[in-house]
């Protein structure tokens, strides 16, 4: 059977921009017990939509599997933890802005001090939380890192596909593998649920995974084996 390339590269990218969705809407806002139900209740994160052999993309499909296995309390559990995590005015365990690890120190120093605002204005983009959540917050990131992926998509230029390629390692570079590392080490050590010990394991490793992928023409790299049937 002859594999349609674009089509397996393009399935492969949308499950990477699936698990980002999901993984920003849980940083971003307190879990709902729709949520709950939708994700782990139904079993969707029982398979993940893409497999991989990083071992940190491996940690979290086993964290997440594992995780809300009491689905009553669940909802109740997940509210305090976001809470503690990410919400709190005070004392706030994991806090989920760029400019925090900036400011901190905490930031890799070889990378530039532009902010992530100015990389949105590049493409004309504004988030429609504007005035409401910071533009460096991570849910904000991870979602303009998918439109960047979707971009990518629809080009039909091989110069142009390349140049996208540049820009998507650039962003995650600059602004996500920047700081990341160390906003997982805070998740893992004050989490108090499987739940976001997954969620933060899996940005991680997603962010690592599309970096790597997008290091050279993708028709080189992707295998039929990185999408789940």
């Known amino acids: ?119 949105y204005n590049s493409y004309g983009w504004e988030s429609k939380f504007k005035g409401k959540i910071k533009d460096d917050h991570l849910g904000i990131e991870l979602f303009f890192l998918t439109i960047l992926i979707e971009k990518y998509m629809v080009l039909d230029d091989d110069a142009c596909r390349g140049e996208m390629r540049k820009e998507i390692r650039r962003f995650i570079d600059h602004h996500i593998l920047s700081w990341i590392p160390e906003w997982n080490k805070k998740v893992q050590d004050h989490s108090n649920t499987l739940c976001f010990k997954g969620i933060g394991t899996l940005i991680l490793a997603c962010s690592e995974d599309i970096f790597s992928l997008f290091d050279q023409d993708l028709s080189t790299v992707f295998s039929i084996d990185n999408l789940k049937n």
């Open 1 to 119: 059977m002859v594999i349609d390339t674009n089509s397996q590269k393009h399935n492969i990218l949308k499950g990477y921009n699936m698990l980002l969705y999901f993984a920003g809407s849980m940083i971003m806002h307190k879990p709902s017990e729709e949520c709950v139900v939708d994700f782990w209740k139904n079993g969707i994160l029982k398979k993940l939509p893409v497999s991989s052999s990083n071992p940190k993309f491996i940690k979290a499909a086993s964290q997440l599997r594992d995780s809300c296995i009491d689905k009553t309390i669940c909802v109740k559990i997940l509210r305090e933890d976001y809470v503690r995590l990410f919400a709190r005015k005070e004392l706030t365990l994991a806090p989920a802005y760029e400019s925090l690890y900036r400011i901190n120190g905490q930031l890799n120093s070889s990378h530039p001090s532009a902010s992530v605002t100015e990389f």
